[in-house]
């Protein structure tokens, strides 16, 4: 069984960052490729960002691109999601999930393991 665990969300003011982490466990990490989503209420997942199993490919949803970075440590099982420049619209719950091999899997329904997820707020 494959967890993730986010964490490293908050409350940060307009132009400040922050750092996401997954944590994961119970598996070959490096085998799987790791997305990060974000929710707001009412509203479906959104997609971020994409790492491949490797790290060697990354994706990004239009409206982080140029600010958000995602990277992994497969020796320490954990994915980062590296925000900088926030916005007030960036404010969200944000998970991570986990996909066996997966390569630019940009969906939610592409996913098989989630974690439970890290609320991201950002004041103006």
């Known amino acids: 069984q494959v967890q993730l665990v986010e964490s490293g969300g908050g409350l940060v003011q307009a132009g400040g960052s922050l750092r996401l982490s997954c944590a994961s466990s119970?598996?070959?990490?490096?085998?799987?490729?790791v997305g990060w989503f974000r929710q707001t209420p009412g509203k479906d997942h959104e997609f971020v960002a994409q790492?491949?199993?490797?790290?060697?490919?990354?994706y990004y949803a239009g409206s982080v691109k140029g600010r958000f970075t995602v990277s992994r440590d497969n020796a320490k099982n954990t994915v980062y999601l590296q925000m900088n420049s926030l916005k007030p619209d960036d404010t969200a719950v944000y998970y991570c999930?986990?996909?066996?091999?997966?390569?630019?899997?940009?969906?939610?329904?592409?996913?098989?393991?989630w974690g439970q997820g890290t609320q991201v707020t950002v004041s103006s």
């Open positions: 119970g598996h070959t990490f490096s085998n799987y490729a």
């Open positions: 999930a986990a996909v066996f091999g997966g390569t630019k899997v940009v969906t939610s329904a592409g996913y098989d393991y």
């Open positions: 790492i491949s199993y490797s790290g060697r490919s990354t």
